[in-house]
């Protein structure tokens, strides 16, 4: 780790490391070859993560979570991120979005989230609007004081069924200075409504295990308290999370980034060709220093961001940088430690061809690389008016 941490810190990472190298590193490469987690392996890592105060530990004590602030959660993530997403994803981070939920919907969606009662999705993609979410063609038409939800959702992802989901859909249009918006709503949907389809969509082949949904919403008959927050302010709710996941996806990459760079040096130092260790050439350290030098300036842009959402200053643009940076560093570290393996480094016996596929996601998840960049241009361009 490149950044110093205060003792308690240090030993909430030792702790975590410990029960990953003790309950989730073990199962990594059956879950990779079955393309699944065995349901024991997963409820396993479930006890035992809320017995050590891991699971839900991003949400407040006062609605049953571990009430850990940002710089404690980045400790956590990057010490996840050494895994793969499958077996992390059981020890739960439930969306921070249901701190929106109000009267009964604290007892029926959120309380449980926190208790591993429930599970929940965050339901946004659809087959014809990913980066573009205003794309969307789910809609939510009034009747009476109820609400109709028909659509669709792909690529909504969790470790293993959920109970509900978060669904944002159009319910009309706004007219704004620029031009007419779609007011897009969100919903809690249970699985198991009149309408409600909720069913295993493709198969990823980076984090092998962990699901997609498709989720299909037919004639859906929706109560008025089953809106999350305000009529027509869906986006500006996610918009108030997506900030944090991101920095999440930040750290996670420095975990696995560091794990394979470890595996890139005890190669590099280990390996002989021409009668020496592979390391002795420049070519090769170089490609180590460089990682080196990737995996602190993410950990530092990690660092830096956590401090700012800890004050309550973060910004799109803040967590949109940290994400390109960390994904991209990832994706440079985990491709140079193939070529540092030469081509056992693809061999399905090692675990770096497993690790470089599952960093391809982190590129594409949560908002694509260019959509990030799209939030710092604006950043830089809005203010001038441009
Ligand atoms: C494993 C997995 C899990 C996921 N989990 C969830 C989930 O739980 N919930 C959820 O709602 N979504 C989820 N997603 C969806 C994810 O957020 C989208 O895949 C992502 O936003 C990109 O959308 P897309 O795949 O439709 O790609 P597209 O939007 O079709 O993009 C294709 C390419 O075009 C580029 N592009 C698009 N528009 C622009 C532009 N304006 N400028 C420059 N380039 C552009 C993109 O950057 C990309 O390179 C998940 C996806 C995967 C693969």
Request: charged share 25%.
């Given at each position: 780790m490149n950044i110093p941490m205060s003792h308690e810190?240090?030993?909430?990472?030792?702790?975590?490391r410990a029960f990953f190298n003790e309950h989730v590193l073990p199962h990594e490469e059956t879950v990779d070859r079955l393309g699944e987690v065995p349901e024991e392996i997963g409820r396993d890592i479930?006890?035992?993560?809320?017995?050590?105060?891991?699971?839900?530990?991003?949400?407040?004590?006062?609605?049953?979570?571990?009430?850990?602030?940002?710089?404690?959660?980045?400790?956590?993530?990057?010490?996840?991120?050494?895994?793969?997403h499958a077996l992390h994803s059981w020890v739960a981070r439930p969306t921070e979005l249901l701190l929106a939920c109000q009267g009964?919907?604290?007892?029926?969606?959120?309380?449980?989230?926190?208790?591993g009662e429930k599970r929940e999705l965050f339901g946004l993609t659809e087959p014809e609007a990913g980066s573009d979410a205003m794309g969307m063609k789910s809609n939510a038409k009034r009747d009476g004081d109820d609400w109709i939800l028909n659509g669709m959702?792909?690529?909504?992802?969790?470790?293993?069924?959920?109970?509900?989901?978060?669904?944002?859909?159009?319910?009309?249009?706004?007219?704004?200075?620029?031009?007419?918006?779609?007011?897009v709503t969100a919903f809690l949907v249970d699985r198991d409504m009149p309408g409600v389809t909720f069913r295993e969509g493709n198969k990823c082949v980076s984090?092998?295990?962990?699901?997609?949904?498709?989720?299909?919403?037919?004639?859906v008959r929706l109560a008025p308290d089953q809106v999350l927050g305000e009529e027509g302010r869906g986006f500006e709710l996610a918009g108030q999370w997506l900030g944090m996941g991101r920095i999440w996806v930040g750290a996670t990459c420095c975990g696995k980034a560091e794990r394979l760079m470890e595996?890139?040096?005890?190669?590099?130092?280990?390996?002989?060709?021409?009668?020496?260790?592979?390391?002795?050439?420049?070519?090769?350290?170089?490609?180590?220093?460089?990682?080196?030098?990737?995996?602190?300036?993410?950990?530092?842009?990690?660092?830096?961001?956590?401090?700012?959402a800890d004050a309550g200053h973060l910004k799109d643009e803040d967590a949109a940088m940290v994400k390109v940076y960390c994904s991209e560093m990832l994706c440079k570290v985990a491709d140079d430690t193939v070529q540092i393996f030469g081509g056992m480094g693809l061999m399905e016996e090692m675990p770096v061809q497993r690790l470089w596929r599952d960093s391809r996601i982190e590129r594409i998840w949560d908002g694509t690389s260019e959509i990030q960049r799209h939030i710092v241009t604006r950043s830089i361009l809005r203010p001038l008016g441009a």
């Open positions: 810190n240090e030993l909430l990472r030792e702790t975590v479930e006890a035992k993560a809320k017995e050590l105060g891991l699971y839900a530990a991003n949400l407040p004590e006062s609605v049953g979570g571990g009430g850990l602030n940002h710089t404690q959660m980045s400790i956590i993530e990057r010490e996840f991120g050494r895994t793969s009964d919907q604290v007892e029926k969606y959120l309380l449980p989230c926190a208790t959702k792909h690529f909504i992802s969790a470790p293993t069924m959920a109970d509900f989901a978060i669904v944002f859909a159009a319910t009309g249009v706004d007219e704004t200075k620029r031009g007419p918006r779609k007011r984090n092998r295990g962990y699901k997609t949904y498709e989720l299909i919403f037919d004639d595996m890139a040096a005890d190669w590099a130092a280990t390996r002989k060709q021409f009668g020496q260790p592979i390391g002795s050439f420049q070519a090769t350290g170089f490609r180590l220093a460089d990682m080196a030098i990737g995996l602190r300036s993410a950990d530092l842009m990690v660092w830096d961001a956590v401090r700012r």
